[in-house]
């Protein structure tokens, strides 16, 4: 489990409403059996999951839903520099 995000960035993820998706999982437990599960069920060639029963699609809707993002309103971006 990673700590919380860099004071590098934390500004920036407050000022993009992001801080919140920063922290996703933390306190939670990954299960690395079902990680291998469904990375061994994605199709990169279609972007889905493909399940016993049918296929399944992550939307930005989903995304939306889940996450508490905003999808609608003025694009945001910013270039970065790797230190790489």
């Known amino acids: 489990m990673s700590g919380p995000p860099s004071p590098l960035i934390e500004n920036y993820l407050r000022e ?45 809707k989903d995304l939306q839903l889940r996450l508490g993002l905003l999808v609608d309103g003025s694009v945001f971006i910013r270039s970065a520099q790797s230190a790489d």
Not at 24 to 49: N, Q, V
């Open 16 to 60: 993009t409403d992001f801080w919140h998706v920063a922290n996703i999982g933390r306190g939670c437990k990954l299960d690395p059996k079902l990680i291998s599960a469904f990375i061994d069920r994605w199709r990169l060639e279609t972007h889905t999951f493909h399940l016993s029963y049918r296929e399944c699609t992550i939307t930005l």
